[in-house]
């Protein structure tokens, strides 16, 4: 990763079931500048039981999932495992990485053979520890989510994942619910996570807007993770908390400058400003005197521009003799001084 944010467009089941539609979403998602596109490699099967009551049904009257159960959920949302193989050519095509999350051991072994860069380590499986070892030893970088994760939980994931031979670690602070709000965000844990854990840190950012990730920005995020459709209006699993081409080519923009506007500690006249200086505040005559008279405070002001010295100076200059004769309007010297003010 460089120094520009490693923004990553989220695909999940945003196709709708149609190759030609994924193809066209990496396609959007490499004109908007992403660095990345993710996908998430699993089945149904693999996810969950067939089951359509109990628990195995999404109840919740406020998720925009509700009445589905979650094998079913998975059936619509899952990205073919064969269309992997064409969605990661065409990334590389268009000069964008693409990797995916595994949610089981098979979906990792078939990552391995498609030669997949990064693992990302969703929300939801970061407390599923034989997973978390097992990509570890692919000793890959690893993204990992941190959503509905206690201090306790987190550190045991990222303990597992470090001793199971992970060098390259980012987690990203991220709000499971979907959409999320900006009062939920919390990013400010994002640098005691930075801190706390000594990684990289980022933001897989559910809410609507882009305030998030840009703010995740200032905060040191350096990678952020956004949910990508073609159009909300065409619809799909996750489409209600997606951001849409237009809407993702401003955010690249906006957390590029934000990031370049962080820059480094800085005090001092920097190139750009150098032409500013001569608007700053100095003294100058307001009146004209002749050589010899004494300077008092009704002779000199502070006023732009800033040909004179510096207003500093004005105390000093009280009760000083002139050497030379000054005019309305000239800008205060030292040499119009006999004494050198020190």
Not at 69 to 87: G, R, V
Not at 100 to 121: C, H, M, Q, R, W
Not at 267 to 279: A, F, I
Request: charged share 20%; hydrophobic share 35%.
């Amino acid at each position: 990763m460089n120094n520009k944010p490693f923004v990553i467009a989220e695909m999940s089941g945003n196709h709708n079931g149609s190759l030609d539609t994924a193809l066209e979403i990496v396609e959007a998602a490499a004109r908007s500048g992403v660095t990345a596109m993710k996908l998430q490699t699993y089945t149904a099967d693999t996810m969950t039981l067939n089951i359509r009551n109990g628990e195995f049904m999404i109840s919740d009257p406020d998720s925009i999932w509700a009445g589905c159960s979650l094998y079913e959920l998975y059936q619509k949302a899952q990205t073919p495992w064969d269309w992997h193989k064409k969605i990661y050519q065409r990334c590389y095509e268009l000069g964008m990485i693409c990797f995916s999350t595994p949610f089981d051991f098979s979906a990792v072994d078939f990552l391995e053979k498609l030669g997949n860069p990064i693992y990302k380590i969703a929300s939801f499986e970061n407390n599923d520890i034989p997973l978390l070892e097992y990509v570890a030893r692919k000793r890959k970088p690893v993204i990992m989510s941190t959503g509905l994760s206690t201090l306790g939980s987190l550190t045991l994931a990222v303990d597992t994942l470090r001793k199971n031979g992970c060098t390259d670690l980012t987690l990203l602070k991220c709000t499971s619910s979907y959409p999320s709000t900006s009062e939920n965000s919390n990013l400010l844990t994002m640098q005691d996570m930075r801190e706390r854990f000594g990684c990289k840190v980022g933001l897989s950012d559910h809410t609507l807007g882009m305030g998030a990730a840009i703010a995740s920005i200032a905060l040191g995020g350096s990678v952020i993770e956004k949910h990508f459709t073609l159009s909300r209006a065409e619809g799909g699993v996750d489409s209600a908390f997606s951001i849409e081409p237009e809407e993702m080519a401003q955010l690249v923009v906006e957390v590029n400058n934000a990031s370049l506007a962080l820059g480094n500690v800085f005090y001092g006249v920097n190139e750009q400003e150098q032409s500013s200086l001569v608007y700053k505040r100095s003294l100058y005559f307001v009146k004209e005197m002749q050589a010899g008279e004494i300077i008092f405070e009704g002779s000199i002001r502070s006023i732009r521009p800033g040909y004179g010295i510096e207003p500093k100076y004005y105390k000093k200059l009280i009760g000083k003799k002139l050497k030379k004769t000054v005019y309305y309007g000239c800008p205060v010297s030292l040499d119009c001084f006999d004494d050198i003010l020190e």
